[in-house]
């Protein structure tokens, strides 16, 4: 059975670096992609990034310079790194299986506030 | 980037209405080996999202087949042939031929 789990913590201060982990079973991350996805209180959802099987990665062009996804295939975990967070970045943080996000995780809010 | 425009923002409908959602993209999303990116997602109140459809047209296993996807290019269609009230929530297109991809405005369906 496919999970994916988000955590992390739960507010985060302003031009602080978020770091959150995405654990994973069911799947194998050298055969699946995992992505990130976010989503502000009552908007829409917004593509992050994704960590392919063979480790590369892509990412949204508007916070590609304060993102790092990176992955640890032993304990079936995906990290999320972003600096330099704002109000903005308050939001609803997703893991999903595939570049296509075909099983998501439940989600873990974040919030910026100092 | 691709712009993914979803029209209505708002649908109403009541049971057993057929309703059609589109998905407008700012670049064709067929790529060069002839395959088009486009999928469609649920997200029901207090869910996470669901994959409903997978490139263009194919149902996700275990998805009722009132769903259906269609188009082509820049233009796609949504269509569910007789709402019920599980249908309730924001659907969602996402486009993966362009990187980055992007997900659509989005399409609330409520209740009429």
């Known amino acids: 059975q496919v999970q994916l789990k988000e955590s992390g913590p739960g507010l985060v201060q302003p031009s602080q670096t978020l770091s959150l982990t995405c654990t994973v079973s069911?799947?194998?991350?050298?055969?699946?992609?995992v992505s990130w996805i976010r989503q502000p209180p009552g908007k829409g959802l917004e593509w992050m990034g994704v960590?392919?099987?063979?480790?590369?990665?892509d990412y949204n062009s508007a916070i590609k310079s304060r993102l790092r996804i990176g992955r640890d295939t032993s304990k079936s975990q995906v990290f999320l790194k972003m600096n330099s967070l704002q109000t903005e970045d308050t939001a609803i943080y997703f893991c999903?299986?595939?570049?296509?996000?075909?099983?998501w995780g439940q989600g873990v809010m974040v919030t910026v506030s100092s | 980037d691709v712009v993914l425009t979803q029209t209505p923002s708002t649908s109403s409908a009541t049971i057993g209405q057929s309703v059609s959602i589109s998905c407008r993209s700012s670049?064709?999303?067929?790529?060069?080996?002839?395959?088009?990116?486009l999928y469609w997602y649920l997200q029901r109140p207090g869910q996470s999202p669901q994959l409903l459809i997978y490139?263009?047209?194919s149902l996700e296993s275990g998805v009722p087949n009132r769903f259906s996807g269609s188009g082509s290019g820049t233009d796609f269609t949504l269509k569910i042939s007789g709402v019920e009230a599980e249908d309730l929530g924001v659907y969602y297109c996402?486009?993966?031929?362009?990187?980055?991809?992007?997900f659509g405005t989005g399409t609330k369906l409520e209740l009429k």
């Open positions: 999903a299986r595939n570049y296509y996000s075909d099983y």
């Open positions: 069911g799947l194998s991350l050298t055969s699946n992609s």
């Open positions: 960590i392919w099987s063979n480790g590369g990665t």
């Open positions: 670049q064709s999303l067929l790529d060069s080996a002839g395959n088009t990116y």
């Open positions: 490139l263009v047209s």
């Open positions: 996402m486009q993966a031929t362009h990187v980055p991809y992007t």
